[in-house]
């Protein structure tokens, strides 16, 4: 089993940044894609950025595209998300997943773990 658990997020005026890690426990995910997915209130949960489990292919929703890096470092079991130039429409509870296989995957439906969530907020 693999147990993910995110950085705390917190509160950010728009045009702020915020960067978001994701620990890995259990065993390593250094050949598991994995991906960031947010939800906000009343909405259903997005597909926000992936990477493949080399860190060589990345992709990204077209609402954060230019705005947000996807990243990890299999050393250290973790994957983060860099959010510049935060919107208020960013504000959700943002989800890391992983995938126990294969190269990348923007689909929720895709990934076999995810973490408990933390929540952004940004403020206009």
């Known amino acids: 089993q693999v147990q993910l658990v995110e950085s705390e997020g917190g509160l950010v005026q728009a045009g702020g940044s915020l960067r978001l890690s994701c620990q890995a426990s259990g065993r390593t995910v250094s050949n598991y894609p994995m991906g960031w997915f947010r939800q906000a209130p009343g909405k259903e949960r997005e597909f926000v950025a992936a990477i493949s489990w080399s860190g060589e292919r990345t992709y990204y929703a077209d609402s954060v595209k230019g705005r947000f890096t996807i990243s990890r470092d299999n050393a250290k079991n973790t994957v983060c998300l860099q959010m510049n130039s935060l919107k208020p429409e960013d504000t959700a509870v943002y989800y890391c997943?992983?995938?126990?296989?294969?190269?990348?995957?923007?689909?929720?439906?895709?990934?076999?773990?995810w973490g408990q969530g933390t929540q952004v907020t940004v403020s206009s």
């Open positions: 997943a992983a995938r126990n296989g294969g190269y990348y995957y923007i689909k929720e439906r895709e990934y076999n773990y």
